[in-house]
């Protein structure tokens, strides 16, 4: 019977980079079953097989594995216009953008896979770690590295109240080191099955405040736990499978949710006031996302689906700047780049009178769009790099925009893994920097990396080149002093008799 258990443990598949392409060809074949019922098949199946592509490209043993995320997701938004179009009955060419979305989609998808080149051309040759840089992280307390994250929490939440200007950007990176923080947590309790109160606290933390924010970033915590899965190399077994759906099942009904109640919610917590400054207390906002919660069963849950993935699909407005940029050319001077590096090589801590640049009306001028109504509520909205890249330099040429963007990135990410910190340490940096960047999809704009990006490398460079072995020390002391105590408690007796210790 014990052997029998121990096989079968032995032979469960684990959550690799080998499982993730498997996955991926298994996703392909399925779409390319439903293709013939799309209006759009060449694309759709084109589309289904682009994640297979792209793991293929990024499958070596040290890839940072943040990357998984920051590719599948900005492919995601390109593939769902083809899926809009399957479940609309409605070739992509027919839509209300016109038939230029179409162009837009094979560029993007074009760009998806540029960038995987650039991350397997930079990252694809990462030393790897000893076996103890590689599980040093799993000797700390689950209770210190939680009090870690409430530390980056407090750093936000001052950053947010007391600091304005370039150094709130400064500090807002360094409170991104919750990020860090509940990945080590998720990845150790997924390796060691200690800690998981401390867990589903996170989780409660991160999705209650992504819920009374303004941007409902509750989704965060999923790419975390995502990404710690993949890092603990989880056995992939029934139970693995069963609570894979049931997170996977929550992120859509709160994501379905959100989109139901944001425009409202949003209206409400700024006391319509055409800005991002909450005006009311947590409580009350709280209490007004309690409120929508008891009347969920009023929500149109067809027409909030149709909402959500016209919302994820961003190709649309590609497409709207393909369209204006033939009809009367913005391709001069390299406009979108030289005002990304304009704007970040002028600190606004040194040019507090730096004007600011403001994506919606960049949106306004390469659509030729009227954004009334989607500026309501203080929120604003971007065409994308991708989008910016195409009015520089064209196509093809915009792939070697997009291919610089990925350089960046993985540049970036490549810097952080030359520190002598552990292995996990180092992917929890690549995964902050990456949510930072891409947390908003296609939509992020180029001024947005790049100063992402230097605010990032100054930031993270200093707190794993200084901060972080300062705080090793304390995590090392503190389970040194746990083990030493849990030695020198007396042993328990077992009740059956004898006196033996259990």
């Not at 939680?146 to 407090?154: E, S």
């Amino acid at each position: 019977m014990a052997s029998t258990l121990a096989s079968s443990l032995r032979t469960a598949p684990r959550l690799d980079y080998s499982m993730l392409r498997r996955a991926a060809f298994g996703f392909g074949l399925l779409f390319l079953l439903v293709c013939p019922a799309s209006p759009d098949p060449l694309a759709l199946g084109a589309g289904a097989f682009t994640p297979w592509v792209i793991l293929r490209l990024i499958s070596t043993p040290t890839m940072p594995l943040a990357i998984v995320y920051y590719l599948l997701s900005q492919w995601l938004q390109v593939f769902a216009r083809a899926f809009l179009s399957l479940v609309d009955g409605e070739p992509m060419a027919q839509s209300i953008s016109g038939p230029w979305v179409v162009d837009a989609y094979w560029y993007m998808l074009a760009s998806t896979v540029t960038l995987a080149v650039a991350c397997r051309i930079v990252l694809g040759r990462i030393a790897p770690p000893t076996s103890q840089n590689f599980s040093a992280h799993l000797s700390w307390r689950p209770i210190d590295v939680f009090l870690v994250y409430l530390g980056a929490n407090v750093v936000a939440q001052l950053a947010g109240l007391t600091l304005g200007g370039g150094l709130f950007q400064f500090f807002e990176s360094i409170a991104r080191f919750k990020i860090v923080a509940a990945f080590l947590l998720f990845t150790s309790v997924l390796q060691t099955g200690r800690g998981w109160g401390f867990l589903f606290a996170i989780l409660v933390v991160e999705i209650g405040s992504g819920m009374t924010g303004l941007l409902g970033d509750f989704r965060g915590v999923f790419v975390f736990l995502g990404t710690a899965a993949l890092a603990a190399q989880m056995r992939w077994t029934l139970r693995t499978s069963a609570c894979a759906l049931l997170a996977g099942s929550a992120l859509v009904v709160l994501a379905l949710f959100w989109t139901s109640v944001k425009t409202e919610y949003r209206e409400y917590a700024t006391g319509g006031s055409e800005s991002q400054a909450l005006q009311l207390s947590l409580s009350d906002r709280a209490e007004y996302m309690l409120g929508r919660v008891a009347s969920i069963g009023e929500i149109d849950w067809g027409l909030t689906s149709k909402a959500l993935l016209e919302r994820l699909a961003y190709v649309d407005i590609t497409g709207l700047v393909i369209n204006v940029d033939q009809a009367g050319s913005e391709r001069s001077s390299m406009r979108q780049w030289s005002d990304a590096f304009s704007h970040v090589l002028r600190p606004r801590f040194l040019f507090p009178d730096k004007e600011a640049l403001s994506d919606t009306e960049v949106y306004i001028r390469l659509t030729k769009a009227d954004l009334l109504e989607n500026m309501r509520g203080g929120t604003s909205i971007s065409v994308g790099y991708m989008a910016e890249n195409y009015v520089d330099l064209g196509f093809p040429g915009m792939l070697v925009g997009v291919f610089a963007v990925g350089l960046l990135v993985s540049g970036v990410i490549r810097f952080f893994f030359s520190f002598d910190v552990p292995w996990m340490v180092r992917q929890g940096a690549a995964l902050a920097y990456v949510y930072a960047i891409c947390a908003s999809g296609l939509e992020v704009s180029l001024p947005k990396i790049l100063g992402s990006t230097v605010t990032f490398a100054v930031a993270y460079g200093f707190i794993l080149k200084f901060a972080f072995p300062i705080g090793q020390r304390w995590l090392d002391r503190r389970a040194r002093h746990a083990l030493v105590a849990a030695h020198r408690r007396p042993p328990r007796f077992s009740r059956r008799g004898g006196g033996s210790p259990d």
